[in-house]
């Protein structure tokens, strides 16, 4: 079964066992279980349900696998002939979660 989610601000198609890569969920430990409710359609070819715009009833739940950073990303600002410039960066907070179920 495949299910179209939503969260934090981003939408992915999910089924059953894919592994993900999305923003920190806060609070979120490894190991733990993570719940979304925010299901935008679920199921698949004639049996599909769309949501205006979630689907009632419908959840997922994942777990939890690590936490971490991604890669660095820099950030140059230069002016041309003037002697400024200007470098910095970050590192994203990641979660990797596994989806375990899909309920409809």
Same mark, same amino acid.
């Given at each position: 079964?495949?299910?179209? /989610? *939503?969260?934090?601000? *981003? @939408?992915?198609? %999910? &089924?059953? +066992?894919? =592994? !993900? /890569?999305?923003?920190?969920y $806060?609070?979120?430990?490894? +190991?733990? &279980?993570? @719940?979304?409710?925010?299901? !935008?359609? %679920?199921?698949?070819g004639?049996?599909?349900?769309?949501? #205006? $715009?979630? %689907?009632? +009833?419908?959840?997922?739940?994942?777990? =939890?696998l690590?936490?971490?950073?991604?890669?660095?990303?820099?950030?140059? *600002?230069? #002016?041309?002939? *003037? +002697?400024?410039?200007?470098? #910095?960066g970050?590192r @994203?907070? !990641? #979660? %990797? /979660?596994?989806i375990? &179920? /899909?309920?409809?």
């Amino acid at each position: 079964m495949k299910a179209t /989610i *939503k969260t934090q601000g *981003k @939408q992915f198609v %999910v &089924t059953e +066992g894919d =592994v !993900l /890569i999305v923003d920190r969920y $806060p609070q979120a430990e490894k +190991g733990s &279980t993570v @719940q979304i409710n925010d299901i !935008l359609s %679920v199921g698949e070819g004639a049996e599909i349900k769309i949501g #205006t $715009p979630t %689907v009632a +009833g419908a959840s997922v739940s994942a777990e =939890v696998l690590e936490n971490k950073r991604g890669k660095k990303i820099v950030i140059f *600002k230069k #002016t041309k002939r *003037k +002697g400024y410039d200007r470098r #910095t960066g970050h590192r @994203q907070d !990641l #979660t %990797v /979660i596994k989806i375990k &179920t /899909i309920s409809a």
